[in-house]
């Protein structure tokens, strides 16, 4: 799968990250300047996150399906958002298109061959400035054993709210596109009026619900 300049691969905590309590909130001062809040290290809850992708069937329609269960750790630093990162997992043998047959296809050699490589995984190297409030992360992205560098471009990230049982609570939205011959994934099939079955790009949204604890 190849890459475009939207959105692009995985997630993991680099060690240059410190637990929330061990970084200084940026831009305080004993002037009475406003506080910007620390870094703060934030778990995916797997109950409440989604990847999902949509590639082209036949050249006439989108198939959408979800990739499989996502995990893995967010930092969020406000102050200074260079040195915000995430690493995500996603199993992919949970893949679901609603269609049995299709995600027995999916999960065999043809595609992202799970019993060799069982976790599309991702993790950042840069987070960038986007447009407005927006963020690109640049990371490397592993699917079947090939790693690429890929970008997503994460759209919104909400305030914090407090759940009813006693965690801190906030949502991330991302958005990438890559190319699955990029990641050794060429099964295709010719269609007879032309064109092929599968589509090569790949679009992928993901819907992260992040907890931490106060």
Do not use: C
Request: no cysteine; hydrophobic share 40%; aromatic share 4%.
């Amino acid at each position: 799968m190849t890459t475009s300049p939207s959105v692009n691969q995985s997630f993991n905590v680099p060690s240059a990250n410190v637990p929330a309590a061990s970084v200084p909130a940026a831009n305080s001062s004993r002037s009475g300047a406003t506080a910007v809040p620390a870094a703060r290290a934030y778990e995916i809850d797997v109950s409440h996150s989604s990847a999902t992708f949509k590639v082209r069937h036949m050249m006439v329609a989108n198939v959408r399906g979800e990739l499989g269960h996502i995990t893995g750790q967010v930092v969020i630093d406000e102050g200074e958002p260079g040195r915000s990162s995430v690493e995500a997992r996603i199993e992919v043998a949970t893949i679901n298109t609603r269609d049995p047959k299709r995600d027995e296809h999916l999960r065999s050699g043809d595609f992202l061959d799970i019993a060799n490589f069982p976790q599309i995984a991702f993790k950042s190297k840069r987070v960038t400035a986007g447009k407005g409030d927006n963020l690109f992360v640049v990371g490397d992205l592993t699917v079947r054993g090939v790693t690429r560098e890929v970008t997503l471009d994460v759209e919104s990230i909400s305030p914090e709210v407090n759940d009813p049982w006693g965690n801190v609570r906030r949502g991330v939205a991302a958005r990438a596109r890559i190319n699955r011959k990029d990641f050794n994934i060429v099964w295709n099939a010719a269609l007879d009026g032309g064109g092929v079955v599968v589509g090569d790009e790949i679009a992928i949204d993901l819907e992260l619900e992040l907890t931490r604890k106060p």
